[in-house]
């Protein structure tokens, strides 16, 4: 069975980490301590007093891979997520040794332990571990693709869950997932469905589960026989086969949906929204007022140079007040240096600018095409009215008319609108496809992490300012 060879796998995985933890120590201590790279840290306290420390630092170590589930069944994990859980658990037990080092320096004699030998473990060992752990990854990959290592799945239901279950099975066979076959109430056993066999009836699958080998059930049955679904969930707990449930709600929820408890009672928020949580609030808006602050500093030259050729180009105000619509559907008015000659109001609701539109001023061209003309909403992002990054501010009228031609528009009003944003760096500003920056902005709101902010801050420095749609 499957679960004997994890077992197997898993203390291999032991072994393997208490090596690399032993050899990364011995490296760090070397190259802390006796290699001449760093001459003043040699000879201050005997090799036994270091070495004497892996006793308590490999059992530690491992414990900390199992509490951040480093010996779980990862097929469908990815490098990324394994890689940051490496990291994780690496840093907690790096600064839980460097604490109790300090605490019981005195009674210890350890007052002359090496930080930089510390330092050295762990990015030794990060990187140690990650190699170990990607080799053993890419060997398993490469032999579950040859058809060993196998997982033997049953599926219950046909729905297009199932048919999306498959599809992923056979664009990753790296997983080891062989789909055994499916029960339905509605297909005739012995026949066929997108190559994998029926096998029998959902009233005879406690028999079934008897008389095969399988070593996982994937529940993935339509919304309409959701009615069944407690019968099989009871069968499938009295086999002792690992059950997972796949709810068919791709037609109803469109976005990745996040699970509560609430005294007990399992809740399922339709979106994830991570700036939803107050932390994460707090720390977005700490960045955007430090951003925005630094920036007008910066550019402060700039903007001043660009006030003044707007002034004595043409008449009119150097700032342009247009009412934009932010977060909680909020109307706010977004400002911007004036890059077209003086409008009444009416013609300046028109629509959008095209290619060499006449009402662009020399230096509008410029302005519009460098993003420059954006600067001005560092003081929306001073007021809280804006965000660094977001999805884009929409004037009212558009708003009004995506929201009934566009599914899922009004979602990116549950953040802040940013100076900048995931579709814009991705290529998607002016006339561009508006159903596929949503589809970039919603990607953006339910992912949002500070890093990812950073990053787009970043690429809008090199993609961002100047962009060919912007005229």
């Given at each position: 069975?499957?679960?004997?060879?994890?077992?197997?796998?898993?203390?291999?995985?032991?072994?393997?980490?208490?090596?690399?933890?032993?050899?990364?120590?011995?490296?760090?201590?070397?190259?802390?301590?006796?290699?001449?790279?760093?001459?003043?840290?040699?000879?201050?306290?005997?090799?036994?007093?270091?070495?004497?420390?892996?006793?308590?630092?490999?059992?530690?170590?491992?414990?900390?891979?199992?509490?951040?589930?480093?010996?779980?069944?990862?097929?469908?994990?990815?490098?990324?997520?394994?890689?940051?859980?490496?990291?994780?658990?690496?840093?907690?037990?790096?600064?839980?040794?460097?604490?109790?080092?300090?605490?019981?320096?005195?009674?210890?004699?350890?007052?002359?332990?090496?930080?930089?030998?510390?330092?050295?473990?762990?990015?030794?060992?990060?990187?140690?571990?990650?190699?170990?752990?990607?080799?053993?990854?890419?060997?398993?990959?490469?032999?579950?693709?040859?058809?060993?290592?196998?997982?033997?799945?049953?599926?219950?239901?046909?729905?297009?869950?199932?048919?999306?279950?498959?599809?992923?099975?056979?664009?990753?066979?790296?997983?080891?997932?062989?789909?055994?076959?499916?029960?339905?109430?509605?297909?005739?056993?012995?026949?066929?469905?997108?190559?994998?066999?029926?096998?029998?009836?959902?009233?005879?699958?406690?028999?079934?589960?008897?008389?095969?080998?399988?070593?996982?059930?994937?529940?993935?049955?339509?919304?309409?026989?959701?009615?069944?679904?407690?019968?099989?969930?009871?069968?499938?707990?009295?086999?002792?086969?690992?059950?997972?449930?796949?709810?068919?709600?791709?037609?109803?929820?469109?976005?990745?949906?996040?699970?509560?408890?609430?005294?007990?009672?399992?809740?399922?928020?339709?979106?994830?929204?991570?700036?939803?949580?107050?932390?994460?609030?707090?720390?977005?808006?700490?960045?955007?007022?430090?951003?925005?602050?630094?920036?007008?500093?910066?550019?402060?030259?700039?903007?001043?140079?660009?006030?003044?050729?707007?002034?004595?180009?043409?008449?009119?105000?150097?700032?342009?007040?247009?009412?934009?619509?932010?977060?909680?559907?909020?109307?706010?008015?977004?400002?911007?240096?004036r890059s077209m000659v003086q409008q009444k109001p009416e013609e300046e609701k028109n629509g959008w600018t095209t290619p060499g539109d006449p009402r662009v001023t020399g230096i509008g061209k410029f302005i519009r095409r460098t993003s420059i003309d954006e600067f001005p909403q560092l003081f929306n992002v001073?007021?809280?009215?804006?965000?660094?990054?977001?999805?884009?501010?929409?004037?009212?009228?558009?708003?009004?008319?995506?929201?009934?031609?566009?599914?899922?528009?009004?979602?990116?009003?549950?953040?802040?609108?940013?100076?900048?944003?995931?579709?814009?760096?991705?290529?998607?500003?002016?006339?561009?496809?508006?159903?596929?920056?949503?589809?970039?902005?919603?990607?953006?709101?339910?992912?949002?992490?500070?890093?990812?902010?950073?990053?787009?801050?970043?690429?809008?420095?090199?993609?961002?300012?100047?962009?060919?749609?912007?005229?």
């Amino acid at each position: 069975m499957i679960r004997d060879k994890q077992r197997q796998l898993n203390q291999l995985h032991v072994l393997l980490d208490a090596l690399v933890l032993a050899g990364s120590y011995g490296l760090a201590w070397y190259f802390a301590i006796e290699s001449p790279i760093f001459p003043e840290g040699h000879g201050v306290l005997p090799p036994r007093v270091y070495f004497s420390a892996l006793f308590f630092l490999i059992p530690a170590f491992l414990f900390l891979y199992w509490i951040f589930g480093l010996y779980r069944p990862k097929r469908t994990m990815g490098r990324k997520a394994a890689f940051i859980r490496i990291l994780q658990a690496n840093g907690v037990g790096v600064l839980l040794s460097a604490s109790l080092l300090f605490a019981f320096r005195k009674t210890l004699y350890l007052d002359h332990f090496s930080a930089r030998m510390i330092a050295l473990f762990f990015a030794i060992n990060v990187f140690f571990t990650t190699l170990e752990r990607f080799g053993i990854r890419r060997i398993l990959s490469g032999l579950r693709k040859r058809g060993f290592n196998q997982k033997h799945i049953l599926l219950v239901g046909f729905s297009e869950v199932s048919d999306r279950f498959i599809d992923a099975c056979r664009r990753n066979p790296d997983w080891g997932y062989h789909i055994y076959g499916i029960v339905d109430d509605l297909a005739e056993t012995g026949s066929s469905y997108r190559d994998v066999k029926v096998i029998g009836k959902i009233t005879a699958l406690s028999e079934l589960l008897s008389k095969n080998t399988i070593d996982e059930i994937a529940i993935t049955l339509p919304l309409a026989a959701y009615e069944k679904l407690a019968g099989i969930v009871s069968v499938c707990e009295k086999s002792g086969v690992h059950t997972k449930f796949i709810p068919d709600y791709q037609n109803v929820i469109h976005s990745k949906p996040m699970t509560e408890d609430m005294d007990g009672l399992p809740v399922i928020n339709i979106r994830n929204v991570p700036l939803t949580d107050p932390l994460n609030a707090a720390m977005k808006r700490a960045m955007d007022i430090a951003g925005s602050l630094a920036a007008l500093l910066i550019f402060s030259p700039i903007m001043l140079t660009v006030a003044l050729l707007i002034k004595l180009g043409s008449p009119g105000p150097v700032i342009f007040r247009q009412e934009r619509v932010g977060r909680h559907n909020r109307p706010f008015m977004m400002y911007k240096f004036r890059s077209m000659v003086q409008q009444k109001p009416e013609e300046e609701k028109n629509g959008w600018t095209t290619p060499g539109d006449p009402r662009v001023t020399g230096i509008g061209k410029f302005i519009r095409r460098t993003s420059i003309d954006e600067f001005p909403q560092l003081f929306n992002v001073l007021m809280g009215q804006m965000s660094l990054v977001g999805p884009r501010p929409e004037r009212t009228q558009f708003v009004e008319m995506f929201r009934e031609e566009i599914p899922r528009y009004m979602v990116k009003h549950q953040v802040r609108p940013g100076m900048t944003g995931w579709a814009q760096v991705n290529g998607l500003r002016g006339d561009t496809s508006i159903p596929e920056r949503i589809r970039y902005d919603l990607w953006y709101i339910e992912n949002w992490t500070l890093g990812l902010d950073i990053r787009i801050l970043f690429l809008t420095i090199f993609r961002g300012f100047v962009n060919k749609n912007a005229y």
